[in-house]
């Protein structure tokens, strides 16, 4: 039974997505609780993965009970769970502070489509990181951007419809070469499953050389696009900043992730390693990853609104993933990999205290901050916490990702790399602290009138995220032991 | 037993006060004298609690103790030895009195109840600092300290104030990136951060010359070394005064102590002495020391010229432990206790007169001994020591400095060290004479050739009393040169020589 467990949470999801608007009048009350529910129930089975593949290892689960290479095969690995722990985990905590924010977001009655929209996305996502065919892969990839979409232009203004239509054009664009890639690929081999793929690819390298390379690139081209690596990354800023904010938090601090796991494992599981010397692919990720570090903060100091500021360093912060993947080693794939864990806690709670200062006194723009602190304390006290973590500060999580992605940089003898992460957390710092201290520092001004009270439902998410990002901060262990496990690929 | 009682006490130390900042910060909302009340006793009785570690640690015993591994070989520790505890006791000792002044400062400052929650929560992390037992731990005590105080730098809220603030904290965070810098380079070099695996660093290269600019950078910022003093100076002054006495007098030597770690127990005597490291803190320092004690005399405002006086005195202090020999060390540690003595009491006589006159500016300040003799004798006392006139501690320090330059045969640092102390004099000499002597013209009227009687407008007990025990702490630790100072300073000069080892 327990094996057919990650199907079963897939389809539960997929099921419960499908039930929502199906939902009427009376039973709209029962919408909040049923997803919640099924959210809870999709973490509770992550974490009892996590114990299984803890204690027996990876298994593969063949779906339908059809063996590949013709049946759609599962490959639940140390990765896998730890992705899907990472998804479950933030969806739920977003979702709760979700369930009063959307109301004054969006319109009524397409709650129960929200509803829908949020579970095919957390199903789509966990269906990639768990699949083990490029078929399955491409279905979960297309269902995720439609998703994603969604809930970005369900807010149904000018600028959501405009910024999800650009996702949309680019995302589907990044869909195109996925499919190319997959086509080129299953034209090569004959094979879409993961490791029937990785058997062939060696020997049909002398034969194919270019097919290959053109595939590999297709590949990196579209998940660089849904993973927003810099230069691909202009449509985020605008999708990330105008959807509703449980849609921002997930978006910046899961969704882009996803991509980022998923060509870790195209890279490593299934292209073969001499491939990577004849193209220095790492090596292009890697000074990618350098230039979205950097850009991405440079473009996030000049930003008045606080989600675009927010949404600009996610493109940062998705650098130190890429970076993770392509310095290459041990430790540096580590740092890589606990970022994506890290980044999604912070930022997403970042993204919830943003919104729940639009929700309470209706400010977007970083200057009129000033003196919120004093209104709404724990909530910039939260802010301040993400803040310090995405400087880096001992004690948060923030500065776990830094220590192993600084120490792999070194491991490898290249401390360029180091003088970047610092260089950027000094950035992150001139843009993030400013902030806090004209929140809680400084002129005073009147109370608006506007000013709504915080509802606790609202506040105890972004509370659970902070209270998350100085747990993992000082007890990284569990995190890390399974990670090292997962990077054994 | 006492062993397992003597491991916790580091924890209770550091834990207690930044436990307490949360009380006050609670007990802040019903009442306020509770509130000051609850201050002064937690700083009292931190500063018992480390004092009564001196027994075990006489005895040449080291406290040393992992509280929990965070990473392999990256944990939370404490370790207290003997230098440890010499920053320890002057820190709390001055912070106890900082805490009574206070009390009578703040009342006519707004925001007393962000105040002492933060200045009690320093407390802790500076000791934190102290106590930590490796490197990971220190780096999260000191950020904590160096970011909590942004809070009372800018407590005023002035414009000035947050400008100054800012530019501290940016700063800060430059300097916390580069200790991280430093710290990973030194983890990946050695595989461990512990302070008490002996020498970490035994080799010389391009990884560990970095490792050692890095944390030249981190605590040098922090220590306020050119050219990385540009913070102190703005940030110093517009704190209140009591914060001003801290951050001049104790948490500058965070730096220090943290400078003393790097070259005693991350790299060797040897080692920085034969690739010539030494060399670049030598330049620094005496540039410090030049630069911080001729920026001082052109300032009009009583606090800068007092903050300026701390980067020439910190460059004293770097320069005795650049000098790498037992003499040289001794001074550097007892300037460390004396530095903190006279600048703590120069700052709190300043805060004084503000608080009483309102007046900052240096040219105003004629006559004002006549007003304020208590005050403005443990001025003039304090003064004094940093001109290092016998028989105040300053005296000894740079005596027993300048002896460790000549052991080290390099009696250039003699020269400097007299002309850093001839322009002491030229700025210190005459607000004191201004201020006991000045001032006649107005009011010469009636007591022509008499002089002037006294009119005594002293501030508050509360404020003048700890003023005049720093005052006389300065008279006593250097009358009796076998102080308890200066017997920590040996002990510690000798513990550091042997690499950190007892």
Redesign the interface.
């Known amino acids: 039974m327990s094996l057919h467990l990650p199907v079963i949470s897939i389809a539960l999801l997929l099921l419960a997505s499908f039930v929502m608007p199906l939902l009427r009048r009376g039973a709209r009350a029962a919408a909040l609780p049923f997803t919640l529910s099924v959210l809870g129930a999709v973490f509770t089975v992550s974490l009892y993965l996590i114990y299984l593949v803890e204690s027996r290892g990876a298994f593969s689960y063949h779906v339908g009970g059809w063996p590949p290479p013709w049946g759609v095969e599962l490959y639940i690995d140390h990765l896998a769970v730890y992705m899907m722990m990472v998804l479950s985990s933030i969806c739920l905590v977003v979702m709760v502070y979700g369930a009063r924010d959307l109301y004054h977001e969006i319109r009524a009655e397409v709650m129960s489509w929200y509803y829908t929209l949020y579970l095919l996305l957390l199903a789509s996502m966990i269906g990639i990181a768990l699949t083990n065919d490029l078929f399955t892969l491409f279905v979960f990839l297309e269902i995720s951007t439609i998703s994603a979409c969604g809930i970005i232009s369900i807010k149904k203004d000018r600028e959501c419809i405009e910024a999800s239509f650009k996702y949309l054009i680019l995302s589907v664009l990044g869909s195109g070469c996925v499919l190319l890639g997959v086509a080129m690929i299953y034209m090569i081999t004959g094979y879409l499953n993961y490791d029937f793929v990785a058997q062939e690819l060696p020997q049909a390298i002398a034969e194919y050389p270019y097919n290959i390379l053109m595939a590999l690139s297709l590949f990196i081209v579209g998940f660089s696009v849904k993973s927003a690596l810099f230069p691909l990354h202009i449509w985020l800023p605008d999708a990330h900043s105008s959807a509703p904010s449980p849609s921002s938090a997930v978006l910046s601090g899961l969704v882009i992730k996803i991509y980022a796991a998923a060509i870790l494992r195209l890279l490593f599981r299934v292209f073969p390693a001499e491939l990577f010397e004849v193209v220095p692919v790492l090596d292009i990720l890697l000074f990618l990853s350098v230039l979205a570090v950097m850009a991405g903060s440079i473009f996030a100091m000049v930003q008045e609104d606080i989600k675009r500021m927010l949404a600009y360093s996610s493109i940062a912060q998705i650098g130190f993933v890429f970076m993770g993947i392509g310095l290459f080693g041990n430790r540096a794939l580590l740092g890589g990999l606990v970022h994506i864990f890290n980044h999604a806690l912070m930022k997403s709670m970042l993204f919830l205290a943003a919104g729940l200062i639009i929700y309470a006194a209706g400010i977007r723009n970083i200057r009129d901050l000033r003196g919120i602190g004093v209104r709404m304390p724990l909530t910039m006290g939260a802010f301040a916490i993400g803040a310090f973590s995405m400087v880096g500060i001992p004690g948060t999580n923030g500065f776990i990702s830094k220590w192993h992605l600084a120490l792999g940089a070194l491991d490898l003898g290249r401390p360029f790399f180091v003088a970047i992460i610092l260089l950027s957390s000094l950035l992150n710092g001139i843009y993030y602290l400013p902030i806090v201290i004209n929140a809680f520092f400084g002129v005073k001004i009147e109370p608006r009138s506007e000013h709504r009270d915080v509802p606790g439902m609202m506040l105890v998410p972004v509370l659970i995220l902070a209270a998350g990002v100085i747990f993992f901060g000082f007890y990284p262990g569990p995190i890390l032991a399974l990670l090292e496990q997962a990077i054994v690929l | 037993m006492e062993a397992v009682f003597y491991n916790f006490m580091p924890i209770w130390t550091v834990m207690f006060p930044i436990f307490m900042s949360m009380v006050i910060f609670i007990i802040s909302r019903r009442s306020e004298k509770l509130r000051d009340g609850l201050s002064v006793a937690t700083a009292v009785v931190t500063f018992f609690s480390v004092a009564a570690m001196y027994p075990y640690l006489a005895a040449g015993n080291i406290i040393d103790y992992t509280i929990f ?3 392999p070989g ?1 944990g ?1 520790s404490v370790r207290v030895d003997i230098l440890s505890f010499s920053l320890a006791i002057i820190s709390s000792f001055v912070w106890m009195l900082v805490a009574i002044y206070s009390i009578d400062y703040m009342s006519h400052e707004h925001g007393g109840d962000r105040y002492y929650p933060i200045f009690i929560f320093t407390l802790g992390s500076c000791l934190g600092i102290f106590m930590a037992g490796d490197f ?1 731990t220190l ?2 005590f000191f ?2 300290m160096s ?1 909590i105080s ?2 009372l730098v ?1 407590h005023e ?1 002035t414009r000035e104030a ?1 400008r100054a ?2 530019k501290y ?2 700063m800060t ?2 300097g ?3 200790l ?2 430093a710290i ?2 030194t ?2 070099l050695a595989g461990t951060v512990s302070l008490s695996q002996g020498t970490l660093i035994t080799a010389a290269g391009t ?1 560990p010359f ?1 490792a050692f600019l890095s944390f030249l950078v981190g605590f040098g910022m922090k220590a306020g070394m050119f050219p990385l003093h540009v913070w102190l100076p703005d940030a110093h002054p517009v704190a209140p005064s009591p914060a001003s006495a801290l951050l001049s007098g104790i948490m500058l030597k965070t730096g220090a102590y943290g400078m003393l770690r790097v070259l005693f127990t991350v790299f060797n005597i040897p080692l920085v002495k034969e690739t010539g490291w030494d060399m670049i803190m030598l330049v620094l320092a005496v540039i410090t020391i030049l630069l911080g004690s001729a920026v001082a005399l052109t300032q009009e405002d009583l606090k800068r010229r007092l903050a300026y006086s701390s980067v020439g005195q910190m460059g004293y202090i770097i320069l005795g432990m650049a000098l790498l020999n037992e003499t040289a060390l001794v001074g550097d540690v007892f300037h460390i206790f004396s530095h903190a003595l006279m600048k703590s009491t120069l700052f709190l006589a300043a805060g004084a007169i503000i608080w009483k006159t309102g007046l900052r500016n240096i040219n105003d300040l004629q006559g004002i001994g006549k007003k304020m003799p208590v005050t403005m004798g443990a001025f003039t006392i304090a003064a004094l020591a940093m001109i290092g006139i016998p028989p105040l501690n300053g005296f000894l320090s740079k005596w027993t400095l300048a002896l460790g330059a000549l052991e080290a045969g390099a009696p250039l640092y003699v020269v400097v060290l007299l002309i850093s102390s001839l322009l002491n004099g030229l700025y210190y000499l005459p607000i004191i004479i201004a201020a006991f002597f000045g001032g006649e013209e107005e009011e010469e009227g009636g007591h022509h050739g008499e002089g002037i009687p006294f009119n005594i407008q002293e501030a508050a007990h509360r404020m003048v009393i700890p003023v005049a025990i720093l005052g006389l702490a300065c008279i006593v630790f250097g009358l009796m040169p076998n102080n308890f100072a200066f017997e920590l300073s040996l002990r510690t000069a000798s513990f550091l020589i042997n690499a950190g080892m007892p």
Request: hydrophobic share 75%; charged share 10%; no cysteine.
């Open positions: 591994d965070i990473l990256l939370v990971f780096f999260i950020e904590l970011l942004y809070v800018i809220e947050l603030g800012y904290l940016i965070i430059i916390g990136l580069a991280f810098f990973i380079l983890f990946e990884l970095l």
